[in-house]
Structures are given as C-alpha cells and as structure tokens.
T-cell receptor, first 111, second 112 residues
C-alpha cells in the first residue's frame, strides 16, 4: 500500500546543477501536483497534471519543468538550480471524492 | 484568486482542553475543504475532508465544520493530548485542475 512515493528524501545541489525529483503513485489517480513549502509559508503549487500527457503551470512554475508520460509518474525537473529553490517539495495526487494524498517530501538545499 | 487564511498562527494549550482552529477562504465556489496535519519534517496527513454539500465531518476527537457561504471552516479538537502537537493546515479545492489552495497553518502545542 505505497500511495505516493517521492525520491530522493534529501538532496544538496550546487548552484547551476540540475536534478529530477521523482514521484510515483499506485492509486490510479488522474490528478497529480507538485508543491513547494518554504518555512512559515503555506504550500505553493508549482505544476499540476490532469492526466497522462497533460500538464499546466501553477502559481510558482519558474525554474521548473514537468512531464507526465504515464498515469503513475510525474517527475519534476530543476534546471540551473538557484538558492531560491531551497525548499521542501511535495508531490500529491487527487482522488476527487477521496481528497488529496501527499508523499513524504523531498528536502532540497541549493548551496 | 482564492486566498486561505488560518487563525491563530500558533496556539499553546494545556492537555485536556478543547480547542478550535479557524480557516477562512475568499471564494466560496469550492469543491471541498480538507484539513491536514503535518509533523515537523514530515509529509501531510489528511484528517478530514468535507465536500461542498456537507456541513461537517467527524473522526474520533476531531470535528470539522464548513460554512461555504461565509467562507469559513473550523476544526474542533476535543480533550487535547500532547500527541496532537503539530501544524494543522486547511486547503480548499477549486475548479480548473482541482487545485488545492493552502492556508499557512496553525502550529499547535499541547503541554502536559
């Protein structure tokens, strides 16, 4: 009963490096989301997807990219990492009537 | 643009007290409202989900109400325990991708 799985749990990047945050779900949900959470702030939506092959920008998409080739996977790509991208990243799915389910998060530090 | 506010930002209570956390939102055209709990360094755990047609939901010592017309929800915690210490987040779902908009949370500390 995995639910939403994110990898890695922690990562330190140097400025200018790139990386992909992985998210996979086994609940067959169409809707998937990426949020970032900064200290003392609520969660901000980065990108979301309403199904395989369809993605759209959220509130804070700059510096990120996503793809959704399958229902299960929704990776988040960081290009040219900047200190402002230091944050905790959460992937979530939505079962519509069942509400949202979250992964355990990826804590990213850019130095 | 939907905005969600949670009051108070932080709350400290002695064990055994009943308490109320507040959540307000600006756009009443929501699909549902969800309350989450977040422990330090952890992910979000769903506590209660209230559909837009519902007035309240209960789970154990937790009761959440929804007044969509006034843009308010409350989370009532009965007989608080130290294990209830966490940050509580509310989020509303609106159309166009079923996006969730989050409040900034209430940090609760229940002391012995």
């Amino acid at each position: 009963n995995a639910g939403v799985t994110q990898t890695p749990k922690f990562r330190i990047l140097k400025i200018g490096q790139s990386m992909t945050l992985q998210c996979t779900q086994d609940m067959n949900h169409n809707y998937m989301y990426w949020y970032r959470q900064d200290p003392g702030m609520g969660l901000k939506l980065i990108y979301y997807s309403v199904g395989a092959g369809i993605t759209d920008k959220g509130e804070v998409p700059n510096g990120y990219n996503v793809s959704r080739s399958t229902t299960e996977d929704f990776p988040l790509r960081l290009e040219l990492a900047a200190p402002s991208q230091t944050s905790v990243y959460f992937c979530a799915t939505d079962g519509t009537l069942g509400g949202a389910f979250f992964g355990q998060g990826t804590r990213l530090t850019v130095v | 643009k939907q905005e969600v506010t949670q009051i108070p930002a932080a709350l400290s209570v002695p064990e055994g007290e009943n308490l109320v956390l507040n959540c307000s939102f600006t756009d009443s055209a929501i699909y549902n409202l969800q309350w989450f709990r977040q422990d330090p360094g952890k992910g979000l755990t769903s506590l209660l989900l209230i559909q837009s047609s519902q007035r309240e939901q209960t789970s154990g010592r937790l009761n959440a109400s929804l007044d969509k017309s006034s843009g308010r929800s409350t989370l009532y915690i009965a007989a608080s325990q130290p294990g209830d210490s966490a940050t509580y987040l509310c989020a509303v779902k609106t159309g166009g991708g079923n996006k969730l908009t989050f409040g900034t949370g209430t940090q609760l500390k229940v002391e012995l």
